[in-house]
């Protein structure tokens, strides 16, 4: 089958190439899918790169010494299933399906083997390019708000980030909480945060929302350039910081966007009652059922700057990587 094959660290297109690999075999517990479409995420590139550098220490199942543990990357998919594994009993051939592969990766390919318990039932209104954009962001998204945080209806919340893949989710996630949204992003994103439902749009190219003594119940830092002290600022005094974001590449560095991560875990306990809130996800289907009830109701929809041929995955990664992509990008791949 031909997937996009990295086997060292370094820059796109360099060391992401199509290449004919075996085809996956569907083990105990998990399902083979035939891949319609991938979704790009900034872990990708991250791990294209081995950077920041304390990742390859803190995650060596993900990080080797010269290139990734698994030489396919991708997370998100979007597809039908082609065969079950012993012990699979949610899922058969034919099944539209949609989900995150989670560490392991594989997605920038033909077929993929995810275990049954990180797919779901694709949501019967979207695309399978729809699809795919949707299970890390918005199972990011779902579970910053809802779980961690407890959102509930009335509380004011500001997403820093706002036009992101995460962001566009979270504004959406909020909203149909009935919580009252602010989103921060740059004047070119300002008409589409509004319509995804922030009543409260901030530009940060004109304005700085740590700088306006405004006060929120729940802040989440999709960005990572601001310091912990300017987003704590926001916070009201019992508030709730989330924590995440992949950011851009700014030529290598040693804790990059995990820097505000770090500093949140260490200042965890003196910043009470506020709450900070490194936010680590793990692919779960209840987040995916969550996620498709929510679209088929109207209340959330995957926003898509462009899709991508499997074959042109370097440039989508390096767009990505390079840029403040508005929402997602998406590789077809049937």
Not at 16 to 42: F, I, K, S
Not at 48 to 66: C, K, N, S, V, Y
Not at 285 to 300: C, H, K, N, P, T
Request: glycine content about 12%; aromatic content about 6%.
């Amino acid at each position: 089958m031909k997937a996009i094959v990295q086997q060292r660290y370094g820059a796109a297109p360099a060391v992401l190439e199509v290449g004919e690999v075996a085809m996956p075999a569907a083990g105990p517990g998990d399902v083979l899918v035939r891949v319609h479409a991938a979704a790009v995420n900034a872990a990708d590139w991250h791990i294209m790169r081995g950077d920041p550098w304390i990742a390859r220490l803190a995650t060596p199942a993900i990080f080797g010494r010269r290139g990734p543990k698994q030489p396919i990357r991708g997370r998100d998919i979007a597809g039908v299933v082609e065969a079950v594994g012993p012990g699979v009993e949610r899922f058969a051939p034919g099944d539209e399906v949609y989900g995150d592969l989670g560490d392991a990766g594989g997605a920038f390919a033909e077929y993929a083997v995810a275990p049954s318990t990180s797919l779901a039932a694709k949501p019967a209104d979207l695309t399978f390019v729809e699809a795919a954009a949707v299970p890390l962001a918005g199972s990011t998204a779902l579970y910053g708000l809802r779980d961690l945080a407890g959102v509930r209806a009335g509380q004011r919340v500001l997403i820093n980030g706002a036009s992101g893949g995460v962001g566009t989710f979270a504004v959406q996630i909020a909203a149909a909480i009935g919580a009252e949204v602010t989103g921060v992003c740059s004047t070119r994103n300002v008409e589409l945060i509004s319509s995804l439902g922030a009543s409260d749009v901030i530009d940060y190219t004109r304005t700085d929302f740590a700088a306006l003594g405004r006060h929120w119940d729940v802040v989440f830092d999709l960005a990572a350039r601001r310091t912990l002290a300017d987003c704590r600022r926001a916070l009201t005094p019992d508030g709730t910081l989330l924590l995440a974001g992949g950011g851009v590449f700014e030529g290598g560095s040693l804790f990059g966007p995990m820097t505000i991560q770090v500093q949140g875990r260490l200042l965890a306990r003196a910043a009470r009652p506020q709450r900070l809130l490194p936010l680590q996800i793990r692919p779960r289907a209840a987040y995916l059922d969550a996620l498709r009830d929510l679209i088929e109701s109207g209340a959330v929809r995957p926003v898509i700057e462009k899709t991508y041929p499997l074959a042109a995955a370097a440039e989508a990664v390096h767009h990505l990587e390079q840029e403040h992509t508005r929402a997602k990008l998406v590789l077809t791949v049937v």
